[in-house]
């Protein structure tokens, strides 16, 4: 019989090392985590993300999705080889960065990216404050109760029958996610865009599912840089027709609103509130030219009285 693959595993500096495996010995993995690295320990299969420096090495539960802040901790990790940008170049921080997280994976309220810049985010690890300097107080980590994901599917070759895309989209995040189906309030699809709206609520009592991890793991799938071991992606099908995803759009809604500047806001922003302001303007210089246009003007008996005048002159 054809022996079982070696364990293959990354060290803390890029070193592979391949662990033969006993005859009829399962792999040590963690299907949830492919970043993760795993080995046997007194019969348990441990697997833990190194997270750099700061945290080390990390053990994580594979019976679950991996916290959020140790996702993006764990890739940025993996990134820190690669060439370096040059200097006074940069990125927009706004997307994944290298965040502190709480000993249990929960994102700390206060973010920097080691640099001298600092922002408060919310439970789901999105800035919700202007950058300022080392004075900044991140007093409470807001928590992200709303999620919406917003998703758009390929063109397909014949019409696609709207209960049943909702239903099958349910089922496959529900399964693939492991997560408690009460925590999907809504779905909704768009025919004409081909939008598919999932309305993700954190607070269900009957769960404790972290739906910030479910929709990062979500956007992960669908651009193609999946996080599970398999390397499968969302597999969304109604009647045996496969429904790809070609894009993701997530939104965050707080229980408290975020505190942004007005100089915080893009330009195309700050344009729709100058021709909103705009408009409004003219509309009350109209409307004042208007009325007063009408209150200089005869009413009906005073025009006849002139008339009347006029004639016996």
Known sequence: STPPAPLILRGLFG??????????????????????????????????????????????????????????????????GRRKPTE??????????????????????????????????????????????????CSELVKTFWIQIQMKHKEMSKEIDSSKLKDAVKTAITSRYKLNGEHIEKITYEKDSREIFVD????????????????YYLEKDV?????FRDNSNLDIK?????VGIESVLIYYVDEK????????????????IVVIV???????????????RQSRKPQGRELDEMQKQQLTS
């Open 88 to 137: 006074h170049a940069f990125v927009d921080n706004d997307g994944i960065y290298d965040p502190d997280c709480e000993d249990n994976g929960v994102f700390k309220a206060r973010q920097n990216n080691h640099s001298e810049e600092y922002w408060c985010v919310n439970s789901a690890g999105v800035r919700r404050t202007d950058k300022k300097d080392g004075n900044l107080k």
């Open 200 to 215: 993700l609520k954190q607070n269900v009592t009957a769960s404790n599912a972290d739906i910030a991890a479910v929709a």
């Open 15 to 80: 070193v592979v090392v391949c662990i033969p495996l006993p005859p009829g010995q399962k792999k040590c993995q963690c299907r949830e985590n492919k970043l993760a690295a795993c080995t046997e320990n007194a019969g348990k299969c441990v697997c833990v993300l190194h997270l750099g420096a700061q945290m080390s090495n990390q053990e994580i539960d594979c019976t679950k999705l991996t916290p959020k802040c140790f996702l993006m901790k764990a890739e940025m990790n993996k990134k820190a």
């Open 223 to 227: 651009k193609q840089e999946t996080l």
């Open 257 to 272: 609103a975020p505190e942004f500047s007005m100089k915080q806001l893009t330009a195309g922003v700050i344009a729709v």
């Open 238 to 242: 109604v009647d045996e027709m496969p």
């Open 278 to 292: 705009l408009a409004i303007i003219a509309g009350l210089v109209v409307l004042v030219i208007t009325r007063k």
